[in-house]
């Protein structure tokens, strides 16, 4: 049985305070969660959402990161740099940075790479755009951004990331997939992974939905037999509701 894992993602919001008085507030209402519970905050909040978090259940995670060890990057930070405050998880490849930031295929897998010298979990990121789904090419767009993502791994590698799938359409639009479409688009996603790195590695490998998920629809989504929970963005900006996706299942 795979473990649910639930991963916020706050984007670019919550100065320092904020981030504080949320997680605060998170704590007691997470603390018997049986799933993984994940805040991934931008850089400026991860010093202090590491202390507020210590001896919580609550992990702590980047939203981006750069695949050089060091060097003339201005404005970048690495996976060694991360690691070296106790961040846990790194999101890698989110639709927003392929579409604003020109992450690519390829840089997305040499940061998936780079995650997993550095001792992080990568939750990447795999959707398709409404466009794309219009003309019938979902699954063909996932599983070939999840291969090539993943390309160069080992099994044990594959089995210790995380992958998100999140259809852009659904992407702070209100417009959530119906629990049926993302269970389908997850398993087109395992069976790819079952492809390339035989069925056990598939079958362990936690594959999230984001898109629009909220407490109201979490329990629908996260019951299904693919679906290992969630990437929450907006409704994670609020420690009750996040804690209600968190719950979903009391
Ligand atoms: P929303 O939950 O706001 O739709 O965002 C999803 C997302 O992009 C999480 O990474």
């Not at 202390?51 to 609550?58: D, G, H, V, Y």
């Not at 060890?69 to 846990?88: Q, R």
């Not at 010298?117 to 090419?137: F, R, T």
Request: glycine fraction near 8%; hydrophobic fraction near 40%.
């Amino acid at each position: 049985m795979r473990k649910k894992v639930i991963a916020g993602n706050w984007k670019m919001n919550m100065i320092p305070s904020e981030a504080m008085r949320c997680i605060e507030e998170l704590i007691p209402l997470v603390k018997d969660s049986e799933a993984e519970v994940i805040l991934c905050v931008p850089y400026i909040d991860l010093f202090y959402a590491l202390l507020i978090a210590q001896n919580t259940n609550i992990k702590i995670g980047a939203q981006n990161m750069h695949f050089e060890k060091n060097g003339a990057y201005t404005g970048e930070v690495s996976g060694e740099m991360l690691k070296s405050i106790g961040v846990e998880y790194v999101i890698i490849g989110h639709s927003e940075r392929r579409q604003y930031f020109a992450e690519t295929d390829e840089t997305v897998n040499k940061k998936v790479k780079a995650a997993h010298l550095y001792g992080l979990k990568p939750i990447v990121c795999v959707g398709e755009s409404l466009e794309q789904k219009e003309a019938g090419k979902t699954t063909e767009v996932i599983t070939t951004q999840t291969k090539l993502a993943l390309d160069g791994l080992s099994k044990e590698q594959v089995e210790n990331t995380i992958v998100a799938y999140e259809p852009i359409w659904a992407i702070g639009t209100g417009k959530t997939a119906t629990s049926e479409d993302a269970n389908n688009s997850i398993k087109e996603i395992r069976s790819q992974i079952a492809k390339d790195y035989g069925q056990d590695t598939a079958d362990r490998v936690i594959i999230q939905y984001g898109g629009s998920v909220k407490s109201s629809n979490a329990k629908e989504l996260f019951t299904t037999s693919d679906i290992d929970g969630g990437l929450v963005g907006g409704a994670s900006l609020k420690a009750d509701e996040f804690a209600k996706i968190v719950n979903f299942n009391k």
